[in-house]
C-alpha cells in the first residue's frame, strides 16, 4: 500500500505542476476572463478528490501516523484552494482589486505548500518503512550472538 500512496503523491504534484501552468496560461491570455481559467479549476477539483483518496488510503493501510497526517494536511491544503479563490472575489467581482489581488497570491503560495507536502509524502512512502520485519532482523542478529 506504501506504493500506492507514493503513486497517487506523485501523481498528485505532477498535477500541482499542471494546476501552475493552467494558472499561467489562464493569466496571460489575450483576455484573461472566467472561461480561460476553466481547465485550471477543472484540475483542481480533480486534484482535491486524489488527495482526499491519497488521505484514505493512508487510513485504510495502516502507514504510520506520521505519514497519514500529512496526507490530510495535502487534503486541507486542496479544500482550502477553492475557498482561497471564492473569498479573494469576493473582494471585488472582477478579483482585481488590491485585496483580493493579495488572497489570490495566497492561492499561489498555497499550492506550493502543496507540492512541497506531496513531495514530503512521496519520500516518507518510498522509504523502508519501520514494520516488524526490520525488528525481526535486529532480534534475530541479538538472539544469535555469542
Known amino acids: 500500500m506504501r506504493r500506492t500512496i507514493a503513486v497517487l503523491a506523485a501523481v498528485l504534484m505532477l498535477a500541482v505542476v499542471g494546476q501552475f501552468f493552467l494558472a499561467g496560461s489562464g493569466a496571460f491570455d489575450t483576455a484573461p476572463t472566467d472561461e480561460a481559467f476553466r481547465p485550471h479549476r477543472a484540475l483542481g477539483y480533480m486534484v482535491v478528490l486524489l488527495a482526499l483518496v491519497t488521505t484514505l488510503t493512508a487510513a485504510v493501510a495502516r502507514v504510520p501516523g506520521r505519514l497519514i497526517g500529512m496526507t490530510g494536511l495535502l487534503a486541507g491544503l486542496a479544500i482550502a484552494q477553492p475557498l482561497i479563490a471564492v473569498i479573494a472575489e469576493a473582494f471585488g467581482d472582477t478579483g482585481t482589486s488590491t485585496g483580493g489581488q493579495l488572497v489570490f497570491g495566497l492561492h499561489a503560495v498555497n499550492g506550493l505548500f502543496m507540492m512541497g507536502v506531496a513531495g514530503r509524502i512521496l ?3 518510498r522509504s523502508p518503512s519501520n514494520s516488524t520485519a526490520s525488528t525481526d532482523r535486529t532480534a ?5 550472538a555469542p
Open 140 to 144: 534475530g542478529g541479538a538472539r544469535s
Open 123 to 125: 519520500r516518507e512512502a
